[in-house]
């Protein structure tokens, strides 16, 4: 005979061995998820001096100034705007553009095979320059 919808077990006719496989496979499935998709989620914001919140406000960004671009080659050499250079070199340039531009905020693209030396190296230029911000743009492996 059948047993009614309302039944409730009694203690002899519960399971107690409840199998956790299932458990464990989603777990594992939502780790793998997570180590995939951790190397494309970079993000990077770098303020290198503290600047006053009253200078900010009257900033409006020119689309129209000179792109300022330090690309950081695998080797550990540099190219600005193109170009190759020298941390010397670009100090002398940083100081020319600076005087032209207040509000000067390169963009750094560092290979990430590269040595962490060569960024903190040239974030020192920047900063001896007086530059106040740069953009890290990190691309997804």
């Known amino acids: 005979m059948r ?3 309302w039944h409730v077990p009694r203690n002899d006719e519960v399971d107690i ?5 299932p458990l464990i496979d989603v777990i594992f499935v939502i780790l793998i998820v997570f180590i995939i998709c951790a ?5 990077d914001n770098v303020t290198l001096v503290k600047s006053s919140k009253k200078n900010n406000a009257n900033y409006v960004q020119d689309e129209s100034v000179d792109k300022f671009e330090i690309h950081v080659l695998k080797n ?8 190759k250079t020298t ?3 670009l100090k002398k340039i940083l100081a020319s553009k600076k005087n032209q531009n207040q509000h000067l905020t390169p963009k750094i ?8 030396k060569t960024y903190q190296q040239l974030k020192e230029v920047l900063e001896s320059s007086g530059i106040k911000s740069m953009d890290l743009v990190l691309e997804p492996s």
């Open 76 to 83: 550990n050499s540099l190219l600005l705007n193109g170009k």
């Open 17 to 21: 061995n409840a199998s956790l496989t």
């Open 39 to 43: 190397p494309i989620l970079k993000v």
């Open 109 to 116: 693209f560092h290979d990430q095979y590269a040595f962490f």
């Open 87 to 89: 941390l010397e070199e």
């Open 3 to 5: 047993k009614p919808s």
